[in-house]
Antibody, heavy 121, light 110 residues
Framework: DVQLVESGGGLVQPGRSLRLSCAAS????????MAWVRQPPGKGLEWVSGITWNSGNIGYAESVKGRFIISRDNAKNSLFLQMNSLRAEDTALYYC??????????????WGQGTTVIVSS | QSALTQPPSASGTPGQRVTISCSGSISNIGGNTINWYQHLPGAAPILLIY???QRPSGVPDRFSGSKSGTSASLAISGLQSEDEADYYC???????????FGGGTKVTVL
């Protein structure tokens, strides 16, 4: 089965860091772009960051640029999101998602169940 | 404020056709393909339409997408109770160098 499983969420104080992981299985990981998408409580979906199959191109939403770092390890079929200088507005359910193509610019056809990040003192 | 604009709500009775609009600009919809997602509470989003009007395998043909200029639409024909969900449009934005989502449209089956 094609599957994405996120981990690493939790309760963290403002200003601190957290690292999310996404384990992929059931497909050729390094054939696809990957992305992180979040949903704050009571709000809509927001694209956070995306990375091409070979990490050659990376993009970030303005709201996280300079604070978050996306990366991937194709040998381990894993995607990561290093979140630094966390703010209350980063509180959300974070999804890992697979793009249908090699870049994170198209449709995302496989999603994980999400991991919850709560930023609060 | 989202780069893509959707109506907050839409509704219809079972069997009806419902259309959801998505308005953007030349930097997103006007120059790139659009995708549509269905999102039910507590579940992962589902890709309904990609590449403006393509359906992934497994998505019923009741769902269809179209695009003209800087606007796009998702149509749900033969509305069913299980179609009650939030629907989002999304597209790559060349100016922002990232994907942008619409604010979402909540579809209610009356």
């Amino acid at each position: 089965d094609v599957q994405l499983v996120e981990s690493g969420g939790g309760l963290v104080q403002p200003g601190r860091s957290l690292r999310l992981s996404c384990a992929a299985s059931g497909f050729t990981f390094d054939d696809h772009g990957m992305a992180w998408v979040r949903q704050p409580p009571g709000k809509g979906l927001e694209w956070v960051s995306g990375i091409t199959w070979n990490s050659g191109n990376i993009g970030y939403a303005e709201s996280v640029k300079g604070r978050f770092i996306i990366s991937r390890d194709n040998a381990k079929n894993s995607l990561f999101l290093q979140m630094n200088s966390l703010r209350a507005e980063d509180t959300a359910l974070y999804y890992c998602a697979k793009d249908i193509g090699t870049a994170p610019i198209g449709g995302m056809d496989v999603w994980g169940q999400g991991t919850t990040v709560i930023v609060s003192s | 404020q989202s780069a893509l604009t959707q109506p907050p709500s839409a509704s219809g009775t079972p069997g009806q056709r419902v259309t959801i609009s998505c308005s953007g600009s030349i930097s997103n919809i006007g120059g790139n393909t659009i995708n549509w997602y269905q999102h039910l509470p507590g579940a992962a989003p589902i890709l309904l339409i990609y590449g403006d009007n393509q359906r992934p395998s497994g998505v019923p043909d009741r769902f269809s997408g179209s695009k003209s200029g800087t606007s796009a639409s998702l149509a749900i024909s033969g509305l069913q109770s299980e179609d009650e969900a939030d629907y989002y449009c999304a597209s790559w934005d060349d100016s922002l160098n990232g994907q942008v989502f619409g604010g979402g449209t909540k579809v209610t089956v009356l």
